[in-house]
């Protein structure tokens, strides 16, 4: 397996907008489907958003109209754009292939 970093974590006011990324060290032909998953306090970690080698993408009901998970294989990286964010968003945000170990994640803050 190659390496993955998270980023793109902030604070950010409801309502607002956030990238976040998920790069790989290399190319792996079978990291797909690569899962976003997100765990806010005193909460189990939850996937959110899917992504498949077809490019077909699957969400968490109540994230579908905000969310949007995809990728750029020339840049080996998985994204996820999130808009109108509420403060039930707040969570730490991991990527994850299946097989794969998890990596450390980046926080979101949704706050005024």
């Known amino acids: 397996q190659v390496q993955l970093v998270e980023s793109g974590g902030g604070l950010v006011q409801p309502g607002g907008s956030l990238r976040l990324s998920c790069a790989a060290s290399?190319?792996?032909?079978?990291?797909?489907?690569v899962y976003w998953y997100r765990q806010a306090p005193g909460k189990q970690r939850e996937w959110v958003a899917i992504?498949?080698?077809?490019?077909?993408?699957n969400y968490k009901n109540g994230v579908k109209d905000r969310f949007t998970i995809y990728r750029d294989n020339a840049k080996n990286t998985v994204y996820l754009q999130m808009t109108s964010l509420k403060s039930e968003d707040t969570a730490v945000y991991s990527c994850k292939p299946v097989g794969y170990s998890w990596g450390q994640g980046t926080q979101v803050i949704v706050s005024a």
């Open positions: 992504i498949y080698d077809n490019v077909r993408t």
């Open positions: 290399g190319s792996d032909s079978s990291i797909y489907p």
